[in-house]
């Protein structure tokens, strides 16, 4: 694995952080306005909305560290036609935009309902386009390891496991909202923690064949450790749990991505010579 | 080669005669004054077998040989379609070429191209690779490897001129199938190529390639 990929790192599990608060907290507002019952605080979706904002920028950022030439990146939307690479960064122009966008009309308290619907909408399908398309790029013919299923799987899984963990974290903050949906959230960490456990065992069967590729088991093992423990956090918090064991929850599912990406830079391997 | 204009500029290798010598890798290397580390073309040994006990002797059931492999100038160019920022083109005579002042360096078509042609330059923070020597072939030259090699198992030409001459076989282990990226060359296999297949032979000169 070369230097430049602790920048990958860190840019897709920050955009796929931000990504997934996007699409759950608008998900939330949305099943609010339908039923007519609040699901978020307006304070609390605004502080996950920031922090998909801050992420996504923060990701953006990063991103230019792995470039050998940033100077020539005003070239990189040249190849729309057959680069998912290209792609993926035209969706990350327009989520980073439109995030951005929306936090700003909250900040500036725009009361315009149907405009933040819609842009907060938008911006979820963006977040979901994004992730799908930082999955494509990966799935190469000529690396058999990264062209699976297991690659969009993940992705997904590492988006809505990271989001659900976060707004869980930003809900300790509300305990006294009546209508909190702590216990929803944390059934969607259990969820997704479940998920990532299941895609993390029939990934390594599927890798264990290939006879290309690192393969730490103690990494593996590692990892579903972390997992495991935080979906059994998640299946015991409720909206008056400690704060500190929120903030644990979200640091061990933080730190059980972290090292699955690690390993999947790692395992690159690839065909040829 | 004949004088009408050449649609597809490929490279032939006779692997069958390749002693390993490397003078085309060091060629290439001075011609484009290449970097430590950068290689437009790079020379594998392939090697299997062991030494095989019979009574009181030994015998040696060693083979080897060697692929001299730059790049193939594909017809489906992997690291063209990768490419984000269209910096690999493709010219009206097949040869696939980087342009630097638009190369981000993001080493994309590296993971695509499954014959480690693209080159990332350190120095210059941009992919680089086998540009089939195109100022010598404007000047009616021959390229800088094939000029060199000692055993002449190195030529150039339009693609179908060496497939009528030498057969269309593109394939030898470990090279993959040709069909990922149809790459504009031709082979002679080495003898002991079909057993290094069967056996999954190893290069042994990774630290040099």
Redesign the interface.
Known sequence: M?G?HWSLILFTLLAQASAGTMVLGTFFRSVSRISGRPALPQSAFRRGLFIAAAAMIAAALISFF?????L??I?????LA?????RE?LAVILFTGSVCLVALLHILGTKREGLLHFLESSSAILGLILVFSMSR?YM????PIWNHLFTPLTFFGTMFLIGAATWMLIMGYYREFAASPVNVIGNLCVGFGAFQLTILVLHTLYISGLTTGLNESWMIGLRFFLLLVGTLMAAKVDRDSDHRLLILMFVVFTAAELLGRFQFYAG?S???? | MSEKKITQYAFYIDTSNCSGCKTCQVACKDKNDLDVGVLWRRVYEISGGDWVERKTTWQAGIYAYHLSISCNHCREAACLAACPTGAISRRDDGIVVIDKKKCVGCRYCEWACPYGAPQFDQTAGVMTKCDFCLDYLGQGKTPACVAACPLRVLEFGELEELIAKHGNQAHIYPLPAPTVTKPAMILKPHKDAKRAENEEADVVNKEEV
């Open positions: 070369h430049n792995h470039l050998g030439t940033p020539h990146a070239y990189v939307l040249n190849n057959s680069s998912w690479l290209s960064i790029i190469l013919p000529t690396v690159y690839r065909i040829g010579i």
